[in-house]
């Protein structure tokens, strides 16, 4: 048996602390396992907001929207607490975590390590609720260059059967000769 198409090295997984993106690293681990592939998992640290204030003078001002104590708590936890999975998996597996916006950052890992494969956790909030609130997940299925896997909420039925998007690729295939 031989495999045609280009061999699975690498699923970046984007992580959050969410329900979504548990339910996205077990089946990346699920898929990296039998293709003995490596998980890059990252978590995009919030980064501080600018605010423009004073009418006349347009002056800006950061507002963090997290306290210095709680982005070093989420990064504690990103390493010990979400990517537990991982780390029990006995998958080769790295951890980064980089600051700014979630779906660029995922991205530009994405690019940089030559993944195969995104896999993120989909909230499903659909409608004007993700035109309004914004979707990590939508918006890397509409703009990433990489293959795009969205797991659904793990309680729903659609669970099992996730979306894919993004540039076209090769999934491996078998051939008996």
């Given amino acids: 048996m031989t495999t045609i198409g280009p061999a699975v090295k690498r699923i970046v997984v984007g992580l959050d602390g969410s ?5 996205a690293l077990g089946y990346a681990i699920g898929l990296a396992r039998p293709l003995k592939a490596e998980i890059v998992a990252v978590f995009a640290v ?9 009418a006349f003078y347009g002056e800006r001002m950061v507002l963090p929207d997290f306290s210095l104590d709680e982005l070093r708590q989420m990064k504690r936890d990103f390493r ?4 537990r999975p991982l780390v029990d998996s006995g998958l080769e597996y790295r951890m980064i975590a ?7 950052v995922i991205e530009a890992l994405a690019e940089r390590e030559q993944a195969y494969l995104v896999v993120v956790g989909r ?15 939508h918006e890397l299925s509409h703009h990433c260059t990489r293959p795009v896997l969205l797991v659904s909420n793990p309680g729903s039925k659609s669970a099992e059967q996730p979306v894919t998007s993004g540039a076209p690729a090769t999934a491996p295939r078998t051939t008996t000769g």
């Fill in 46 to 54: 919030p980064a501080a907001q600018s605010v423009t204030y004073g």
């Fill in 19 to 23: 329900e979504h993106a548990g339910a």
């Fill in 80 to 83: 010990t607490e979400w990517c």
């Fill in 123 to 137: 909230r499903g909030r659909g409608g004007l609720a993700e035109l309004l609130l914004g979707s990590v997940s």
């Fill in 98 to 104: 980089e600051t700014g916006p979630p779906a660029a």
